[in-house]
């Protein structure tokens, strides 16, 4: 048997990874919070960038790696069940959750991870993205990053929408508490 | 194993600028293992940064956590030095592993944001005075004497002007914090 290509290892520790970021919360997430959550993780851990890169799409930084594991894993094979968007939802992308297979295998992955010095500040990081963005909405998520990202909003066919909508998006947000006065401010902001 | 803290800069700077009691400062960093990275250190006096006593007795762990919580705050240059979301970054990082004794944090927008953003830490966070008296009272790890000494400099220092805001205090709340811990750590060890 040929051992494996170098693309080969990437693509399987990759999946891994995906892994271990789906299994960080219990909750099922939608494709867009998820690949938004692997940016910022791509911008936080340089180990991150080997694996993915991302473009200014519809919907603002993009990954086609993300997408294409998340619809068709090669090696972990039935750990997360993809679910297409409703024929109403134009933004989410569908969404995505472990099986029960996969909760077991990430139980396992997890362990040997917490082994590995260099694995524990990821570990730590994926549970942070997903604690502090699952619960924004759609809309309040593509809000807070086109605004940090800028250069994120070229060909997207969303962000007019979402720009027009930001004195709403960002009220709820200060309801809920998840953004103080001064980022309310620049949210509202004409830029 | 010493229990571990992660504080922001200003708890650093309280001890060795604000009140100048490196001697406070270097009996926490025995008592406790001290958690920080480069925007922290960058925050800190380079007489301190620079001291090697204190680069041998603290613990630097280094990743961004400001690109973590970007959206949250903004892209204003401003913020991406800032030590205190390196704080909670770390914080969160040991918490998450079961070993988060205290996070101290002096300022309100990063208490808040950890307020509602992470319940889970929301227990650990403390002030500089907070921790002083956690750290007499709960843990026994600084003796009363140097406890009343720290706080009353402080308390010192806002009564004199000679420090707008030590330890990112002001005098809005000396009667609401400072002079409550320092009658708690009274009358603590009076009842002992």
């Known amino acids: 048997?040929?051992?494996?290509?170098?693309?080969?290892?990437?693509?399987?520790?990759?999946?891994?990874?995906?892994?271990?970021?789906?299994?960080?919360?219990?909750?099922?997430?939608?494709?867009?919070?998820?690949?938004?959550?692997?940016?910022?993780?791509?911008?936080?851990?340089?180990?991150i960038k080997e694996f993915v890169t991302f473009i200014s799409h519809y919907r603002g930084p993009y990954s086609k790696e993300i997408e294409e594991i998340i619809k068709n894993p090669f090696y972990l094979i039935d750990?997360?069940?993809?679910?297409?968007?409703?024929?109403?939802?134009?933004?989410?992308?569908?969404?995505?959750?472990?099986?029960?297979?996969?909760?077991?295998?990430?139980?396992?992955?997890?362990?040997?991870?917490?082994k590995n010095q260099k694995m524990v500040?990821?570990?730590?990081?994926?549970?942070?993205?997903?604690e502090m963005y699952d619960k924004l909405s759609l809309d309040e998520l593509l809000l807070l990053i086109y605004d940090s990202y800028p250069e994120?909003?070229?060909?997207?066919?969303?962000?007019?929408?979402?720009?027009?909508?930001?004195?709403?998006?960002?009220?709820?947000l200060k309801k809920k508490g998840f953004i103080d006065e001064e980022r309310y401010q620049t949210l509202i902001a004409s830029n | 194993m010493n229990k571990n803290i992660v504080a922001d800069s200003t708890f650093y700077s309280c001890c060795f600028c604000d009140i100048r009691r490196s001697d406070i400062l270097f009996h926490f960093l025995s008592a406790y293992s001290f958690h920080l990275g480069h925007r922290i250190f960058n925050e800190l006096p380079s007489s301190l940064s620079?001291?090697?006593?204190?680069?041998?007795?603290?613990?630097?762990?280094?990743?961004?956590?400001?690109?973590?919580?970007?959206?949250?705050?903004?892209?204003?240059?401003?913020h991406m030095k800032d030590g205190e979301y390196e704080a909670i970054?770390?914080?969160?990082?040991?918490?998450?592993?079961?070993?988060?004794?205290?996070?101290?944090?002096?300022?309100?927008?990063?208490?808040?944001?950890?307020?509602?953003?992470?319940?889970?830490?929301?227990?650990?966070?403390k002030g500089t005075v907070g921790l002083v008296q956690s750290s007499c009272c709960d843990d026994k790890l600084l003796p009363q004497k140097l406890a009343l000494e720290f706080l009353e400099a402080i308390l010192n220092n806002i009564n004199d002007g000679e420090k707008e805001r030590p330890c990112s205090?002001?005098?809005?709340?000396?009667?609401?914090?400072?002079?409550?811990?320092?009658?708690?750590?009274?009358?603590?060890?009076?009842?002992q």
């Not at chain 1, 939802?89 to 040997?112: C, H, M, N, P, W």
């Not at chain 2, 680069?55 to 903004?74: C, H, M, R, S």
């Not at chain 2, 914080?91 to 208490?111: A, K």
């Not at chain 2, 950890?114 to 650990?124: A, Y």
Request: aromatic share 12%; net charge positive; proline share 5%.
């Open chain 2, 89 to 125: 970054g770390l914080g969160y990082l040991l918490n998450s592993q079961g070993i988060l004794h205290i996070l101290v944090l002096d300022d309100r927008r990063p208490r808040n944001f950890v307020k509602n953003h992470f319940p889970s830490l929301k227990t650990k966070v």
């Open chain 1, 121 to 130: 500040p990821l570990l730590a990081a994926f549970k942070m993205v997903r």
């Open chain 2, 169 to 191: 205090i002001d005098r809005t709340i000396i009667g609401a914090i400072l002079i409550p811990a320092i009658t708690y750590i009274r009358n603590y060890h009076a009842e």
């Open chain 1, 79 to 114: 750990c997360w069940k993809y679910l297409p968007p409703q024929r109403n939802d134009t933004i989410s992308g569908g969404f995505v959750e472990l099986t029960l297979q996969g909760r077991e295998k990430y139980k396992i992955v997890y362990a040997d991870s917490q």
């Open chain 1, 1 to 47: 048997m040929n051992s494996p290509t170098q693309q080969e290892k990437k693509q399987r520790a990759f999946e891994f990874l995906i892994l271990l970021l789906l299994g960080a919360s219990d909750k099922k997430v939608s494709l867009l919070h998820f690949e938004k959550e692997v940016f910022l993780l791509w911008n936080f851990h340089p180990d």
């Open chain 1, 152 to 172: 994120y909003r070229k060909k997207s066919n969303v962000y007019e929408t979402i720009h027009k909508s930001r004195h709403v998006l960002a009220d709820k």
């Open chain 2, 50 to 78: 620079g001291n090697q006593a204190f680069l041998k007795a603290v613990t630097e762990q280094n990743f961004d956590y400001y690109q973590l919580i970007k959206p949250f705050f903004g892209r204003d240059p401003k």
